[in-house]
């Protein structure tokens, strides 16, 4: 057979594999320049306003306002006229349409909700594109599901509406938030007063359009804007009968004592310092790629974030350099740009908080790690960052960072594991990560934390139960357990007696 003669070309192979840029069009998004608030179907003109930024490079977006106690008391009024005029007692099967509906226009304008979550809280595209948006979309389709099956969720308890439930949420994962509140209270019949965060109410306030289109009837749902004082106005309004708060501890137990002997009904979802644990005979790459979502996810803003990284002492020194040769892979910049992994910090004020722990961890005396990284000039930023040469008494071990800071700890058995695991006021979240089911189990009943992911992190679905212990709060998010806090029991009588 003849040789085929190759052509011997000289091809130029980059020696530069680097990303180009891949920005997000922020075309599809069309700010109004002022809003007001959303009451009544209405939307009512603000006597003060204040200016909502792009953390990514300060950019303002739009005036918002900031309402007073008797702009929450008109909000509340109009929920309470929509509660009694018709929708707390709508038959379930038809709460539920609008639910599906809403869940359906979600689906359909996602793209414009996403780029709009990443422009003003500051989260990479790909995850408000892939994580925030598909998760809001699928919780109002889960609870549409529950709206006409309340008494079998519940059998012989004959579950009935609260009436008017005042929500307050935080801004790591606004919509997504309001999603988790704002469904489960409309399944059961209940209307809403919701108060964003201050420094991410757009997608809030986008999603009032979202509840024109799906013609929702006026004052159902209501949105307030402002902050922590206008948060306080709704938690003391008069005619609320149910208080969901999700944001930091200080401000959840304050809000306890207020409503202490009042009667109104609360739920609280607050901080966490989770406690994520890989065992000798675990996966490691695998491992690292659980480690990096669990903390640099969403800029390490998240309630549930594996902070606190516990590695078996006879892997420690592989692991910590297969992490920190992973870290220096990260993309973190423009949250519009699709390739970006870590993007702006939240707000200056968060950006700050950050700072000022990891300084305390530098002069507590652990050893800090920071990858090579080009940082933007303007906006907010923080460097993925892990402190190793951790003590337990250290702050960076204790306190909620809610920033890409992980600390690393050792331990040699598994009894120490838990031990230390257990060692934080919090617990909301927990990951173990080994080969054996038996050890998952056996960790599993033993950590004093709401959810514990086994060989994965920070995974989301709305059919399961989302909530903590101890000082991460009370009352349980998503699934059945998520219908509870919304409804009122008559316990009927039993059978025969
Ligand atoms: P925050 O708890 O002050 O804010 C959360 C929400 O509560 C916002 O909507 C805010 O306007 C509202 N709020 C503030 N004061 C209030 C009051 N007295 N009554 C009623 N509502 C009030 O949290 P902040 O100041 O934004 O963050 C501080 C720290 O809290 C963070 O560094 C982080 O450690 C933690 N945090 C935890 C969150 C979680 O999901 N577990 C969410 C946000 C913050
Ligand atoms: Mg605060």
Redesign the pocket.
């Known amino acids: 057979m003849a040789e085929i003669d190759k052509p011997q070309r000289e091809v130029d192979l980059p020696g530069d594999w680097a990303y180009a840029s891949a920005p997000e069009s922020r075309d599809i998004v069309h700010l109004r320049d002022r809003y007001g608030y959303y009451v009544g179907g209405e939307w009512l003109e603000p006597a003060e306003t204040y200016e909502t930024i792009a953390p990514r490079d300060e950019e303002p977006l739009a005036a918002v306002g900031q309402a007073t106690a008797e702009d929450v008391d008109r909000a509340v009024a109009a929920a309470r006229t929509a509660y009694a005029d018709g929708w707390s007692s709508l038959p379930g099967s038809e709460r539920a349409k609008f639910l599906f509906r809403i869940a359906r226009i979600l689906q359909e304008r996602s793209r414009e909700f996403a780029v709009l979550e990443s422009l003003n809280g500051g989260k990479p595209i790909k995850e408000s594109r892939d994580v925030d948006l598909p998760l809001a979309a699928a919780h109002f389709f889960y609870y549409a599901g529950w709206a006409d099956k309340l008494e079998f969720a519940f059998p012989n308890r004959r579950p009935r509406p609260v009436g008017v439930a005042g929500q307050?949420?935080?801004?790591?994962?606004p919509l997504l938030?309001l999603a988790w509140k704002v469904a489960p209270a409309l399944a059961c019949g209940n209307t809403v007063v919701l108060?964003?965060?201050?420094?991410t109410p757009l997608t809030a306030l986008l999603f009032c359009d979202v509840l024109r289109q799906a013609e929702l009837p006026d004052g159902v749902v209501n949105i307030v804007t402002?902050?922590?004082?206008?948060?306080?106005?709704?938690?003391e309004s008069d005619d609320v009968d149910k208080i969901a708060?999700?944001?930091?501890?200080?401000?959840?137990k304050?809000?306890q004592r207020?409503l202490a002997g009042t009667g109104k009904r609360l739920t609280l979802?607050?901080?966490?310092k989770a406690a994520n644990i890989v065992f000798d005979d675990a996966a490691l790459d695998q491992a690292v790629e659980g480690i990096v979502n669990g903390i640099y996810f969403n800029q390490g803003?998240?309630?549930?974030a594996g902070s606190r990284l516990f590695v078996q002492e006879s892997i420690y020194e592989p692991l910590v350099a297969k992490l920190e040769r992973r870290l220096t892979t990260l993309r973190v910049g423009d949250p519009l740009d699709k390739n970006t992994d870590v993007g702006a910090i939240?707000?200056a004020?968060?950006l700050e908080?950050?700072q000022e722990l990891v300084a305390s961890g530098v002069e507590e005396g652990a050893e800090i790690y920071q990858p090579p990284c080009v940082l933007p000039e303007k906006g907010y930023w923080f460097v993925p960052t892990v402190f190793t040469n951790v003590a337990q008494s250290y702050r960076i071990a204790q306190?909620?960072?809610?920033?890409p800071v992980l600390s690393v700890l050792t331990f040699r058995t598994p009894e120490e594991a838990v031990e230390k695991a257990n060692n934080t006021p919090y617990g909301?979240s927990a990951g173990v990560w080994t080969e054996k089911g038996s050890r998952i189990l056996w960790m599993a009943q033993r950590l004093r934390a709401g959810v514990v992911w086994a060989n994965t992190f920070n995974r989301f679905d709305p059919s399961s139960p989302f909530g903590g212990y101890k000082e991460?709060?009370f009352g349980r998010e998503g699934g059945r357990h998520g219908l509870e806090p919304y409804l009122d029991f008559e316990e009927s009588e039993s059978f025969g007696g």
């Open positions: 307050i949420i935080p801004w790591n994962f938030m108060k964003p965060a201050e420094t402002g902050d922590g004082r206008t948060g306080a106005a709704l938690v708060f999700t944001g930091s501890t200080e401000v959840g304050e809000i207020r979802e607050l901080g966490g803003h998240v309630c549930c939240n707000s004020a968060q908080r950050i306190e909620e960072i809610f920033g909301l991460s709060g």
